[in-house]
């Protein structure tokens, strides 16, 4: 790739205190970039990832907000501004798994999967996209996750708000390409060895064809890659060891 650096950009990710997001953001801070550590309650973790990102001579720093409020949302957006100007990189990865038997998913199951795992990504996107618009360059990066393709293990609350990912990820592509510097794709994993896979004792590595979790690092790999990436645009990039196989 002929432009790796993410130098003199501003990456903001959500749910980045621990797993996944941690993982993402020490992967674009090593690239360049001005991470925001968002998070909403684990406040000693993310000030930890700020601290291994400033420890390796990166630069970071953490936010909090409930990214499915808009309100908060909004505050959040006037804090990043205030301190490291407007932002160039969404990576939106907050998200919760809750574990339910079928019989016993809730509409107020529904909702909240909706909440954090959907329309946070929708209000965060939004109160990125005019700055993005006139300076007509930014990344939009979506973690959806393999059971938008199969239903996954989880249950229809949590497939149903990843598969919306996907669909949101597909309109914001279509309707920012005429902006020439502004792409949109989504990831898709599979059973990554994070607290929310391992804390399941029903997720087995068996599920996957290649016989293991994947890794955090793996699915920060094609993060750094989509954001560094201009013609890229509209993808679902399955990281996923095989479990679900595209044409």
């Not at 490291?84 to 574990?99: L, S």
Request: glycine share 10%.
């Amino acid at each position: 790739m002929k432009n790796t650096s993410l130098k003199q950009q501003v990456a903001l990710v959500t749910g980045a205190s621990g797993g996944l997001g941690r993982a993402i953001a020490l992967s674009l801070a090593e690239a360049g970039a001005t991470v925001i550590i968002n998070f909403n309650s684990s406040l000693e973790r993310a000030y930890k990832v700020v601290d291994e990102i400033l420890a390796s001579g990166g630069s970071a720093l953490a936010i909090q907000a409930d990214v499915s409020d808009e309100r908060s949302v909004s505050e959040m957006f006037s804090k990043i501004k205030s301190e490291t100007g407007n932002v160039d990189i969404v990576v939106n990865n907050a998200g919760i798994n809750p574990v339910k038997p079928l019989l016993e998913v809730s509409l107020a199951d529904f909702q909240r999967s909706l909440d954090v795992n959907l329309i946070s990504a929708f209000l965060v996107t939004q109160a990125a996209l005019p700055a993005m618009i006139e300076k007509q360059y930014g990344r939009i990066i979506n973690i959806s996750s393999v059971a938008a393709q199969l239903g996954g293990v989880i249950g229809p609350h949590y497939a149903a708000a990843k598969a919306g990912m996907i669909g949101l990820t597909h309109s914001y592509a279509t309707m920012l390409a005429r902006y020439g510097g502004i792409t949109a794709n989504a990831i898709a994993p599979a059973l990554i060895e994070t607290d929310m896979i391992t804390g399941n004792s029903n997720i087995k590595p068996t599920l996957i064809p290649i016989g293991r979790f994947g890794q955090p690092e793996e699915v920060a790999d094609v993060v750094r890659l989509l954001a560094t990436n201009g013609y890229i645009n509209g993808q679902t990039i399955n990281v996923n060891g095989g479990w679900y196989m595209s044409s």
